[in-house]
T-cell receptor, first 114, second 112 residues
Framework: NAGVTQTPKFQVLKTGQSMTLQCAQDMNHEYMSWYRQDPGMGLRLIHYSVGAGITDQGEVPNGYNVSRSTTEDFPLRLLSAAPSQTSVYFC?????????????FGPGTRLTVT | DAKTTQPPSMDCAEGRAANLPCNHSTISGNEYVYWYRQIHSQGPQYIIHGLKNNETNEMASLIITEDRKSSTLILPHATLRDTAVYYCIVRPRGGSNYKLTFGKGTLLTVNP
């Protein structure tokens, strides 16, 4: 299994541009989520999904959209990039249910908005 | 979720056991203890979890005290690659699966 994969690894955007961060998992996990991590800070939840077709907002959803059309994929869209969105973005998946609470993270996407 | 307290940093000699403590004195009966680590510039990595019994896997052992108010993560033979920030997280069973609240964790430095 490849686990959780994210693309691209690095991205530089100009203010106002839009882009999509890709996340895929091959473990047939129900739960997927997006976090951002800023220097010296912990992870903050952006959006999450508990299954295909179901998404919901996390702590810091503004400026981001998600969709979950398949179990495997959970893309994160930046609608109009702002410098405040410069961060490292991590995607995670989890089996779900009462016995599958551990989360598996991707390697991250490092985004810089100028 | 119950709060956890961890030392900010620890050192360990390569090849020796690393014992990382975590205090979770307000843990409730349905909450599990989870350990993750984050190696510099990488995504967090799940290590192990437990409810009340000691647990062991290929990465580490988790020792939970009988009153469940504290736990210790043991890396039996630490290597330089184990240098990372280790996070102890307490979460309810079947709770908000989609969110993890990472505190500041313990920076473990494994020295040659």
């Amino acid at each position: 299994n490849a686990g959780v994969t994210q693309t691209p690894k690095f991205q530089v955007l100009k203010t106002g541009q839009s882009m999509t961060l890709q996340c895929a998992q091959d473990m047939n996990h129900e739960y997927m989520s997006w976090y951002r991590q800023d220097p010296g800070m912990g992870l903050r939840l952006i959006h999450y999904s508990v299954g295909a077709g179901i998404t919901d907002q996390g702590e810091v959803p503004n400026g981001y959209n998600v969709s979950r059309s398949t179990t495997e994929d959970f893309p994160l869209r930046l609608l109009s990039a702002a410098p405040s969105q410069t961060s490292v973005y991590f995607c995670a998946s989890s089996p779900g249910g009462t016995s599958g609470l551990e989360q598996y993270f991707g390697p991250g996407t490092r985004l810089t908005v100028t | 979720d119950a709060k956890t307290t961890q030392p900010p940093s620890m050192d360990c000699a390569e090849g020796r056991a690393a014992n990382l403590p975590c205090n979770h004195s307000t843990i409730s009966g349905n909450e599990y203890v989870y350990w993750y680590r984050q190696i510099h510039s990488q995504g967090p990595q799940y290590i192990i979890h437990g409810l009340k019994n000691n647990e062991t896997n290929e990465m580490a052992s988790l020792i939970i005290t009988e009153d469940r108010k504290s736990s210790t993560l043991i890396l039996p033979h630490a290597t330089l690659r184990d240098t990372a920030v280790y996070y102890c997280i307490v979460r309810p069973r079947g709770g908000s699966n989609y969110k993890l609240t990472f505190g500041k964790g313990t920076l473990l430095t494994v020295n040659p």
